[in-house]
């Protein structure tokens, strides 16, 4: 039986006579710690401040208000609910979308309204029954000690084989942490060859592609769709293979699958934009970006690439003759949203003054070429790396506004940065056919393998030189300057050297602007933090 009067609950939800009505069905079940919320920044504040065992949810708190999704996505990445904690996702609609788009954050239940006392008590004592089981696992899980987690579920098992099956996924996400990728294949083909589970498909495809097996990892999902193919998460792991495979069509094919079963994520709407935009498919894509745009307004994953994207989309479906005037009104809401909310990231601030320029070429001549000289001004002092997406996208830009030499010089600086990518150089090349932009960075990329080769073999003072030599050539290349970084931090927690430490600073000082959103952010900041004693 629930111990109700030790226990504290939250009600979230924005029509004062339903959290009324929840909070007298708690009394009237012995809770005397009852507190409620009428929007979800209100609740976000509580649970800064108190913990509560209980959180039952409204999904929809009003337009232009958070929604339940987002919530529960703010709670679960600020670690403001305990994993004992129980939380309850409630509304009065039961549509597909709604379902899966709720279900997707995986609360602990979907309660639908109305409910009564009875109702809502059996649900309850049923989520508290299964967390009191689980204890020790929820425990760890909040000390975020995946090895504690592993050996709580062995011990549940070994206390009544019978929990086995509760255990299953608390034991492949402590796996997947440890980073036991052997062991977790293992794991994941046993449930799967007992008893077929979306999540372990899921679990299994995203390791098979880690792990560089495309092809074995797309076989994963096609079989899980055929048995799942309500389970939106199966759709983006496979359009995940497909890019990296090449096919962008088939991947945005099966992409808009996702968003047709659970339309609400902005993460799945941006990625589809970006992916309809790469096949030149401009409906699509500026269908996708709005959706992103008006999704992330109240979301932790509103992200100005979105409204950038929009603009991009729209300006590219655009007629010979120029834009509409609502086109360019959309336009230009966008990008000023963009300028208004990221005042101190002069990245953004030129990206979106020459969209914006980009959008008035046919229509306003006039002030296409301020936005472009103002650009221009904050560019050139900009010492901020750009993503080789947005470097390519702002050089094509300057080309089509006349100014040549500064698209030149944007596409120089990119092939310096990230001239070791193959398929970013192939994209320079689509732009100009300056040998000295295109081949410069085939010399550095080079000598910067042979170190590779050399320190992987352990000649360490080789190695050094090489990446020396590449990274005088290409002072801004990231990778060899991470590489270079590396391979003067080899041994220096036993015998640290002064000068070689001063050496690797300076090389991480040099890719310090990198953005954040490329896939080598992470190593540079273990780097970093081991050079600088963080």
């Given at each position: 039986m629930l111990a109700y009067h030790q226990k504290s609950f939250l009600i979230v939800d924005d029509f004062s006579d339903f959290r009324s009505s929840v909070r007298s069905m708690l009394r009237e079940l012995g809770v005397k710690d009852v507190d409620t919320a009428d929007t979800g920044e209100q609740a976000l504040r509580m649970c800064a401040q108190k913990r509560y065992d209980f959180i039952l949810q409204d999904y929809h708190l009003g337009d232009g208000k958070k929604n339940g999704q987002q919530v529960l996505e703010d709670l679960m990445l600020e670690k403001l609910i305990s994993h004992e904690s129980v939380f309850l996702m409630v509304t009065a609609e039961s549509s597909q979308a709604m379902v899966l788009s709720a279900l997707e954050h995986e609360?602990?239940?979907?309660l639908t309204k109305p409910f009564n006392r009875s109702g809502l008590a059996q649900r309850l004592e049923r989520l508290q029954q299964r967390k009191t089981l689980l204890k020790p696992i929820l425990q760890a899980l909040d000390r975020g000690k995946p090895v504690e987690v592993l050996n709580a579920c062995i011990a549940l098992c070994k206390q009544d084989p019978r929990?086995?099956?509760?255990?299953?996924?608390?034991?492949?996400?402590?796996?997947?942490?440890?980073?036991?990728?052997?062991?977790?294949?293992?794991?994941?083909?046993?449930?799967?060859?007992?008893?077929?589970?979306?999540?372990?498909?899921?679990?299994l495809g995203r390791l098979l592609?880690?792990?560089?097996?495309?092809?074995?990892?797309?076989?994963?999902?096609?079989?899980?769709?055929?048995?799942?193919?309500?389970?939106p998460g199966l759709y983006d792991g496979l359009a995940d293979v497909l890019v990296a495979e090449g096919d962008t069509k088939r991947a945005?094919?099966?992409l808009e699958e996702a968003v047709r079963l659970s339309p609400l994520a902005v993460r799945r709407q941006a990625l589809l934009g970006k992916l309809a935009m790469t096949n030149e498919d401009f409906d699509s894509a500026s269908?996708?970006?709005?959706?992103?745009?008006?999704?992330?307004?109240?979301?932790?994953?509103?992200?100005?690439?979105?409204?950038?994207?929009?603009?991009?989309?729209?300006?590219?479906?655009?007629?010979?003759?120029?834009?509409?005037?609502?086109?360019?009104?959309?336009?230009?809401?966008?990008?000023?949203?963009?300028?208004?909310?990221?005042?101190?990231?002069?990245?953004?601030?030129i990206r979106a003054r020459l969209m914006k320029a980009t959008s008035l070429l046919l229509n306003d001549a006039e002030t296409a070429e301020k936005l472009t000289e103002q650009a221009l001004i904050r560019?050139?002092?900009?010492?901020?790396?750009?993503?080789?997406?947005?470097?390519?996208?702002?050089?094509?830009?300057?080309?089509?506004?006349?100014q040549a030499s500064a698209g030149a010089s944007m596409l120089k600086n990119c092939?310096?940065?990230?001239?070791?990518?193959?398929?970013?150089?192939?994209?320079?090349?689509?732009?100009?056919?300056?040998?000295?932009?295109?081949?410069?960075?085939?010399?550095?990329?080079?000598?910067?393998?042979?170190?590779?080769?050399?320190?992987?073999?352990?000649?360490?003072?080789?190695?050094?030189?090489?990446?020396?030599?590449?990274?005088?050539?290409?002072?801004?290349?990231?990778?060899?300057?991470?590489?270079?970084?590396?391979?003067?931090?080899?041994?220096?927690?036993?015998?640290?050297?002064?000068?070689?430490?001063?050496?690797?600073?300076?090389?991480?000082?040099?890719?310090?602007?990198?953005?954040?959103?490329?896939?080598?952010?992470?190593?540079?900041?273990?780097?970093?933090?081991?050079?600088?004693?963080?």
């Open positions: 609360p602990d239940a979907y929990y086995a099956p509760l255990c299953l996924r608390y034991r492949a996400d402590a796996l997947r942490d440890m980073h036991q990728n052997e062991p977790l294949e293992r794991l994941y083909n046993s449930i799967l060859a007992d008893r077929p589970l979306p999540w372990a498909y899921v679990g592609f880690k792990r560089g097996q495309a092809g074995e990892a797309k076989a994963v999902y096609e079989k899980a769709l055929k048995a799942f193919p309500m389970m945005q094919s099966v269908r996708a970006y709005r959706q992103a745009v008006y999704q992330g307004a109240q979301s932790r994953f509103k992200d100005p690439e979105s409204n950038l994207g929009l603009a991009h989309a729209l300006i590219s479906k655009g007629s010979e003759k120029g834009l509409d005037t609502r086109t360019r009104l959309e336009i230009n809401q966008t990008l000023s949203a963009v300028a208004k909310e990221n005042p101190s990231d002069p990245g953004l601030q560019l050139d002092g900009m010492e901020q790396f750009m993503s080789p997406e947005a470097a390519l996208l702002v050089a094509k830009q300057l080309q089509m506004l006349g092939a310096e940065i990230y001239g070791d990518d193959p398929k970013v150089m192939q994209n320079i090349a689509k732009l100009t056919d300056d040998p000295t932009i295109l081949s410069s960075s085939n010399a550095a990329a080079d000598i910067n393998r042979q170190g590779v080769r050399s320190y992987k073999g352990g000649n360490l003072v080789e190695a050094r030189d090489l990446f020396r030599k590449a990274l005088a050539m290409q002072p801004k290349n990231i990778s060899i300057a991470l590489n270079m970084a590396q391979s003067l931090l080899h041994g220096a927690d036993a015998n640290p050297d002064a000068a070689l430490l001063e050496e690797c600073q300076a090389c991480l000082k040099m890719v310090g602007m990198m953005p954040d959103t490329d896939a080598r952010f992470l190593r540079y900041q273990k780097l970093r933090s081991k050079a600088f004693g963080e």
